[in-house]
């Protein structure tokens, strides 16, 4: 089995989630894994960031060099090529970073690669046996990934919850093979998210509207819906794609993550990036057609249900109370 | 400035139940409607308007069959300017490695500044343009969301986490995959469509590109998808039935125990 390393995020001395989730990923590949955490970036954070992996991982590799210390990609690429033994695996986490670094890595590295992995079950011979999703979560494959040329694994964050499992080890310092790190892209700056009329992280009550409402005249009645209710509008991705509510109003984890009690996903096929932004267990409701939709799967209660119907008559009714 | 844009036909999930066929070996393919993939759509629009402010040409690609040439004219109808068909039977089975290095054998060919492709397809992969440009040793960004074009680079905006945004300086030529939302994209009407009717569609296969067999279909594929099931549905959501008054009095019991409603 060839070695493991998980590429540690973390940012303002704060490691990612996705740190210690990549460690439960590598132990279901082989259970008696090695497992080296590879910590990259600048300055002073680095020596926490590290000595927390230490406590868990078998091993860290700290890469510090000034043109880390903001993760660019195409930096992070360079540094892990020059630095990694041929036919490592490499996990990821499979979100902006990852999908940024993951599929050129593999290039570089001439490994594999396996995108948005949910499941691990196991090497057979040279392969990798994961579970990938398609069509936005509406099917399951098995996949097999040829490791033995190494791979670059994109873990989907948030699916292996980190257990309190731990191996520990000591922080080597390989800063001294970061080699040459010019890249042709540079980062600027991030630009922070506008804030919009709605606080929708304060809300306790959701009514979140998808891609069922279909078009821009049927966004009232959700309006509506959330008046009668006391509730707060919110929104999938293709509704702001649409302009057809501000960004702050979008739920995921490329828009806000909300905290409600209740949250009423209507028309929401309820795709992962869309869930990621959803936290504090809330009731769930879920109002759609098409009852194969992924949002039955975490839902408390499911409707099957055209939303431009079942909205106006679940108005009428709460207005009659 | 010379753009390629990379598409690809894909079954459209607006309008389709994704089911499995009875040896899950595949999706239900009969009946399902294709059109060309959302984020590609993007991509295409992005680089008209591009093409509309600093000059130059876009041209759209995909890797595919005779049907896929649909999407090629669908994108010519919006504004493109040529169409090229990558199609071959050694083409079949080929993993995102392997459709890379067909797109790159295509990029070759041209003298193109910048290359895009759509964020991710069906399949949610997400792979195909960082791979092509690590392939061309171009610089590469993902999930971008802005361009503004610049001489010989480009400053562009990337959707990071929590709707912040990674501003980014790129130097030409490089390769960016287009999130959706970036703009909007134009509607296409059925005399568009006439209009490119009749335009000739160059068909290249793996000889004309120069791709060397090996690396490319099933043989060369190490990422293989082995079946497809249905989800584990868990616990499922509790579904409500009967007529609509009953269900709405059901969830409206929900919503008062819960502190749903105010």
């Not at chain 1, 690429?77 to 033994?85: G, Q, S």
């Not at chain 1, 979100?95 to 995108?115: E, H, R, V």
């Not at chain 1, 970061?178 to 991030?190: H, I, M, N, Q, Y």
């Not at chain 2, 490089?174 to 009749?198: D, H």
């Amino acid at each position: 089995m060839a070695e493991i390393f998980a590429y540690i995020k973390h940012a303002d001395g704060v490691a990612d989630d996705s740190a210690l989730e990549l460690f439960v990923a590598a132990k279901k590949i082989a259970a008696d894994a090695t497992v080296t955490a590879v910590v990259t970036g600048s300055g002073a954070d680095m020596d926490k960031i590290c000595t927390e992996m230490a406590a868990v991982y078998n091993a860290v590799w700290k890469i510090d060099n000034a043109a880390l210390a903001y993760p660019n990609a195409e930096v992070v690429r360079k540094a892990l090529v020059n630095t990694l033994p041929a036919d490592s695996i490499v996990l990821l986490p499979h979100d902006t970073f990852g999908m940024d670094l993951g599929p050129g890595l593999s290039i570089k590295m001439d490994s594999s690669f396996a995108a948005d992995i949910v499941g691990i079950e196991g090497t057979d011979g040279g392969a990798l046996k994961v579970i990938r999703q398609e069509f936005s979560g509406q099917v399951s494959t098995h996949v097999t990934c040829d490791i033995a040329a190494g791979a670059v694994l994109n873990i989907r964050p948030g699916v292996f919850q980190y257990d309190d499992s731990k191996a520990g080890g000591d922080v080597a310092d390989k800063s001294g093979d970061a080699g040459d790190l010019s890249v042709k892209r540079t980062f600027l700056e991030v630009v922070e998210a506008e804030a919009g009329d709605v606080d929708i992280t304060k809300s306790e009550v959701l009514v979140s509207v998808g891609r069922g409402i279909e078009d821009e005249d049927n966004v009232e009645i959700v309006f509506d819906l959330a008046e009668a209710m006391g509730a707060d509008v919110s929104c999938s991705r293709p509704i702001v794609d649409a302009k057809w509510m501000e960004k702050s109003r979008q739920v995921g984890t490329s828009g806000q993550t909300v905290k409600p009690k209740v949250y009423m996903a209507m028309g929401i096929s309820g795709s992962f990036q869309h869930m990621g932004g959803i936290k504090g267990n809330p009731f769930i409701v879920a109002v759609n057609k098409n009852t194969k939709a992924p949002i039955f799967q975490v839902a408390d209660v499911g409707i099957e249900a055209d939303i431009l119907e079942f909205i106006p008559e679940l108005q009428e009714a709460i207005e009659g109370l | 400035m010379e753009i390629l844009v990379c598409v690809k036909r894909v079954p459209d999930t607006s309008e389709n139940e994704i089911e499995i066929n009875s040896d899950g070996n595949d999706i239900e393919r009969d009946d399902l409607v294709y059109s060309v993939n959302e984020w590609d759509n993007y991509a295409v629009e992005e680089a008209i308007q591009i093409v509309d402010k600093v000059g130059g040409s876009v041209t759209v690609v995909t890797v595919g069959d005779d049907e896929s040439e649909e999407v090629l004219r669908r994108e010519m109808a919006m504004g493109a300017n040529n169409g090229l068909l990558l199609t071959d039977d050694a083409f079949e089975g080929s993993d995102g490695k392997g459709i890379a290095t067909i797109l790159k054998g295509a990029v070759e060919k041209g003298n193109y500044d910048l290359i895009m492709t759509g964020a991710q397809a069906d399949e949610g992969a997400a792979q195909v343009g960082g791979m092509l440009a690590a392939m061309m040793d171009y610089p590469y960004a993902s999930l971008v969301n802005l361009i503004e074009a610049g001489d010989g680079k480009l400053k562009v905006g990337r959707e990071i986490e929590g709707g912040n945004q990674e501003m980014n300086e790129i130097e030409l030529p490089c390769v960016l995959s287009i999130q959706t939302g970036i703009n909007e994209p134009r509607y296409v009407g059925i005399r568009g469509i006439r209009k490119v009717a009749s335009v000739e569609i160059p068909e290249l296969g793996a000889g004309d590109l120069g791709v060397d067999a090996a690396a490319i279909g099933e043989d060369a594929a190490k990422v293989k998808r082995v079946d497809y099931f249905m989800p584990d549905m868990g616990e499922g959501a509790e579904m409500l039935e009967g007529s609509t008054e009953e269900i709405i009095a059901k969830l409206i019991e929900y919503l008062k125990a819960k502190g749903g409603l105010k």
